[in-house]
């Protein structure tokens, strides 16, 4: 069995944590220069008949849709993980192996796929298509 203590200081206000997440890194492929960073707008937009306006702001979610490309030799622990983590909030780094990069934040989330699909047009490679929502 396994311990893991946090201890979380702050001493001028109330220390607080958004997100806690403990579990194994599973490389999924390298991710295609043609990423897209989106977000999902939740506000309330309510009109009229006359055509006025009524906005309720709430938070927008981030989103990104991805192209990566795997080993043929990992397409079905690829497509395992992926049901496996059905509905269960996960960090996805779009590019973990190069954190210097001025893209890395926008392609690192804490949150859920909503759509993926793999390709097996290829001969060596698997080509995965994901759409992530952060929660």
């Not at 990104?64 to 395992?80: D, E, F, G, H, P």
Request: overall charge negative.
């Amino acid at each position: 069995a396994s311990t893991i203590t946090v201890t979380i200081t702050n001493a001028v206000a109330a220390a607080k944590v958004g997100a806690l997440c403990i579990g194994n890194p599973v490389y999924l492929g390298g991710t295609e220069y043609n990423a897209v960073r989106g977000a999902l707008n939740f506000s309330e937009i309510e009109r009229s008949r006359f055509g006025d306006v009524k906005l309720t702001p709430r938070p927008s979610k981030p989103e990104t849709q991805q192209t990566l490309w795997t080993k043929k030799a990992a397409v079905n622990s690829v497509i395992a993980l992926f049901e496996d983590t059905d509905a269960v909030p996960c960090v996805w780094s779009g590019l973990d192996d190069v954190n210097t990069d001025d893209y890395y934040d926008a392609l690192f989330l804490l949150g859920i796929h909503r759509e993926w699909s793999v390709s097996l047009a290829y001969p060596t490679n698997a080509k995965v298509s994901l759409q992530i929502e952060e929660v």
